[in-house]
């Protein structure tokens, strides 16, 4: 009950008061030092064991990652670094570790190997401060729309309807998978003997759902885990992913992006004031990383610097017609140095993303106005395009180091345009006659996007990867457990 959490207790007046800590080693150095950690901080303490007045079988068993519960005495710190540090009186051993088979050992491990070890990872520095951030950012989400007056909506995990109509659905259902499932005259699997008559999936995305309570209660978001079978083996996809997605009636495109703009640079202000110490290791961590590198494959602006930067800076707004002329006109373009080829009507590529990002503005970049065949049917048709060049009021925000990081629209209101945007499509109108619904009975302008949590994990915490910034990453043939 006593029990003091190492956070805690780093920012304690030493007295030579009594302490409890209980927490694993992370080192121990001439059977004297511990480094304890509890996960409260990434700092540990320092432990200064009586090794004279201590069982040489207790001293044995103080191994890298054994978990311990120490009381001693809180006192200042003799050494450099620490402010404090504890007198050990007593160490008890609460869970031996074998050190010779432990798999982390306490030097620097890389992410590959870590990543191989994923079910071990919470014990390192670095995964440790990147969970405590992810969990810092998830508050900061259900703090920014609270604030503003948004009502968290949980939209359904299981639906009947794919909402990006991409195709890249993870199917749910109970039929017998060996082959014995009913089938229709054609041998088609008969869906209507599932659990729920008809086939289901695991969402893509929440939007259909929130416009629903959108168009009611004004303004929503929902936050939960989204699903898509996309064989991506890249930096920046899942299988099982987490997005935000707030619905906003009557915003348009310019409140669309205002909003994500604030929503994101709140997003990190509230992880640089709650995270300060992780924050600060994780910039050591990459800047060390670097040193590696040669000159010219270094970033410029240390992690830090770039988040200070972006919370202080508005972010580029330009159309998709203006993305396309910058990247024909780029020496990068000239010198064929986009593996993909580019022209106005393609789907920007993440290389083309993180051109415009961190080669040519060298800040967050809003695209609006994409080509409508490009785009999802849900989103509004611009009035007055040139023939042949048809947009939509889209918006995609890309971020340095990832591209794509929001991808979000006004939503077309206008019941006609919207049917006969589906047919064209070839979205099944009858299906969704639900979400014409909100068009049918008092439609009204509307707007939203889809924040990737993982892809503003990855941006915060500068982590590579998006497998590491995940406590239990899915990806295609991954599922350890
Ligand atoms: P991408 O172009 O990177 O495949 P997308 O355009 O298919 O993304 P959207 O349908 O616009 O993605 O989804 C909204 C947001 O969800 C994206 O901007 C991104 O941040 C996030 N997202 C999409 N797919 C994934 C995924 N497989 N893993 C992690 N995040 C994702
Ligand atoms: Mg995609
Ligand atoms: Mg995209
Ligand atoms: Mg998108």
Redesign the pocket.
Known sequence: KSRTKIKALLATEPTGQDVTVMGWVRNFRSNRFIALNDGSTINNVQIVVDFENTDESILKRITTSACLKITGKLIASQGSGQSVEIQAESVEILGDSDAEKYPIQPKKHSLEFLRENAHLRFRTATFSAVFRIRHTIAQAIHKFFSEKGFVYLHTPIITASDA?GAGEMFRVTTLPIDGSAPRNEDGSIDFSEDFFGKSTNLTV?GQLEGELGATALGEIYTFGPTF?A?N?NTT???AE?W?VEPEMAFYDLEDNQDLAEEFIQYIIKYAMEQNADDLKFLDQRLKDEEKSLPQDKRQEFGLLEKLEFVTNNKFERITYTEAIDILLNSSHYKKKKFKFDISWGTDLQSEHERYLVEKHFKKPVIVTNYPAAIKSFYMRLNDGCEEGRQTVAAMDILAPGI?????GSQREERYERLVARMEEMGVPVEELSWFLDTRRYGTCPHAGF???F??MVQFVTGMGN?RDVIPFARTPKNCEF
């Open positions: 990006e995305s898509r996309e991506s920046r996809h899942l992913f997005m591209g794509e990081i929001v991808g889809g924040l990737g993982e892809r998006i």
